[in-house]
């Protein structure tokens, strides 16, 4: 089935989380008839089960509809899904520049939210043409008139002729089907050209190997054909190139302007790396596409294999998630207190989530993770200077000429009633007040610079608790300032587990300390002997709490029935014990290891 | 002939008490009578499965077995002599709570065969008894024990509490000294635990009841326990001291993994390695004997590994202690080969003693006895 370049249309969803992205999606599909619905399974795009938990998407994929529109004619559309998380920026905009038009959903309750400006501010960069629709306009708080005019101030585009819809019910779904034809221009590049193709998503299956999610922006792309993927310099045969419905749907070739999946005994994602260009060997393109970036991580954490597991069961899994993930970076290391495990690199809070609960649920895996750090520049006194991510490998203080930590540039967006907590957090958090945009009368955005390290704490939770679920949040960093950090270690019964080590302000040192400590006091369990548990920082004790000796673990009555039950409830402590790491002669059970990281009502 | 131990559960209460998270009701007269009938019916069906077991101790526990008719305690124990062979010297036991038990009753019991009493004071503090929910007052107590002496018991075990709601060091030995004059043959102390889904817990949780701290609780334990061995009592296992020679033997059978029948509503009983537990609901009970089965509702096998775990978190709670001997003769292993780096780590924190060939739990060891046990686990 070829098409013609003009009966196309390449295109994303932009939404905030919950304004109905996905549903919109569904509708879409339903109605464009590419699948039955039995086939429908609830919100189709979404396709891990983490994802659909949290309501988020995060590997994106690309799904052929073909639509008969009013004028008669036939168009495919190729419907781009993006990730919804500053995490995965880089990533949205690969996406977003395979597409040449963006549906922006907003919310017709809610309003415009910070994440969702992020996006659409992606897509005018790439020169998208911006589709607004109001959804959930069926909810009797539907407020659509005022949204038109918030999208206009905020976004400044053109929105009063924007379809009203309730992607739910299916309300006025067909004119978002018109609107993409008649609005977003079809593709142009030309086919006989020298193929120049855009992965914007991979991923490994092991029947496979690596199948890339591509758009082809000039040339044509075919089994055989040997290509090159132009940032790597890696050339594969092309095994299979297709189209995405329900399946995919192997086709003879890929041309310009058309979106396709393509597979090439690629074995690692790192090899066909999102936002690569692909060219043909023998004729390669003279220019590769631009925006081209290797991801970075942001965040770091230790994993570790928890009491009973095995260290290679885990590097196999971190293996296994790279392959797929092109944006994890781990290399073994030890630490004295939870002996082998790794350090992981991750693009964010988000991202490092991830990956955890994809190691425990997918590959059953029981595992420690430290408290996640970023990356600290350290100038010696020598003039050296170190890139530190692991607060073990911090240099003496009396090396360190100065240290200088990342700092992000945040907007939050927030109803006014709570800018006042807002300000509060951040300046709490050491943050620098840059300025508050009004967006109308109830709402602003508060543009704050905010060291990384203050937010992967505990801010995301902070805000969410300060502001009831009310503010949204995205940053992107900006670079690196000099502070005055120190290095915070915790000893317990006065011997220092590295495990727990911090980089911290010197100023939040204190309460940091005092809160871990409070912490551990209550979920380590208490011991034959009392045990102290410090904050230091160096040799100086800046906090102290005790866990006071345990003096009763007896069953007082044990009678004929009680056996089997008393047998039990010590199989079930023993098995508690199990799972402790002991650390000299104290057990500390493994959420110790997370509950330093948690946020604190106080 | 096989030896066993017998249990018979009563499961009725005037009152629950407010700690209490048995299963036991008031019942009427009507549901003691059909109970009375089934037990009965239990006891003819278990002896004609297990055959004639020589029964070397009977504890008729419950519940309040008190509150039921004389007659069917002795209808009871006249089935129990019919139906299996009664050791001449069996030691017999019944629970009575204060204020249950009359002259009559306590006579037909003894005419029965019953010989031993275990009566529920709990305090002599008629403050504290109210607010665990007892039904009886100090002088109940009294009266109870006078009318048992009168009627020729001449052992009687009495079952204490502390670590009660707002009770104090002095508060429990005021209890003790009262207690003393009763001139018990057997004193059970125990520490109240805080069932979940009592009143008590309840009360508690919502900050209606303070309790006493843990250091107090076992304040009172171990001063309980010295002033009792001052006063000529010998603690014998980790909540129970007697006189000399009057040790409770139906459950120091417990304590040696001695096998043991329970008959009636949710009573566990063990074989060997077999142990199976009754129906704990009324129609459950009565339905599974309509049908001529035993009302059994559970049954777990005990591996070699788990029995020999046991038998050593049993015995260790003994004062007496394990001996290496008896266990290696038991077990055909060697103890020491086993656990020999698990008693010297407890001996070196203090839980635990090795004298004259016995292990045995220090003052230390009382407290946290859970702490040496869970290293005997397989």
Redesign the interface.
Known sequence: MHIKQENIRNFSIIAHIDHGKSTLADRLIEMTGMLTSREMQEQVLDKMDLERERGITIKLKAVRLVYKARDGQEYVFNLIDTPGHVDFNYEVSRSLAACEGAVLVVDATQGVEAQTLANVYLAIDQDLEILPVINKIDLPSARPEEIKDEIEDIIGIESHDAPLISAKDGLNVEQVLEEIVKKVPAPKGDPKAPLKALIFDSYYDSYKGVTCYIRVFEGQVKPGMMVKMMATGKSFEVTEVGVNTSKHIPLDSLSAGEVGYLTASIKNVKEARVGDTITDTKHPTAEPLPGYKKVIPMVYCGIYPAEGEDFNTVRDALEKLQVNDAALVFEPETSVALGFGFRCGFLGLLHMEIIQERLEREFDLNIITTAPSVIYRVTKTSGEVMEIQNPSNLPVPAEIDFMEEPIVSANIMTPTEYVGAIMELCQNKRGTFKNMEYLEETRVVLHYDLPLNEVIYDFFDALKSKTRGYASFDYELKGYKQSELVKMDILINSELVDAFSLIVHEDKAYERGRTIAERLVDVIPRH?FAVPIQAAIGSKIIARETIRA????????????D??R??KL??K??EG?KRMRQIGSVEVPQEAFLTVLKYDEK | MEKAGLYIHIPFCERKCHYCDFTSIPGNKDLKDRYEEYLIREILLASSIYGNLKIETVFIGGGTPSVIHENSIRRIMNTIRRCFTLDSDAEVTIEINPGTLTVDKAKIYRESGINRASVGIQSMDDGILKRIGRIHNEQQVKDTLKILRLAGFENINGDLMFGLPHQSLKDFMETLEKTMLLDLEHISMYGLILEEETLLYNWYNRGLVSMPTEDEERDMYHTGIDFLESKGFRQYEISNLSREGFECRHNLGYWRLESYIGLGLSSHSSMGGRRYWNHSGFSNYFNKLDAGDLPIEGEEIISNDLLEAEYLILGIRLKEGLSIEDYEKRFKLSFMGKYGEVIHRHEASGLIELIDGRIKLTRKGMDLSNQVEIDFLP
Request: hydrophobic letters at 25%; glycine letters at 10%.
């Open positions: 034959q345990l003096r009763k673990d007896v069953l007082a009555k044990c009678y004929g029935g056996i089997s008393k047998r010590l199989e402590q023993k014990k």
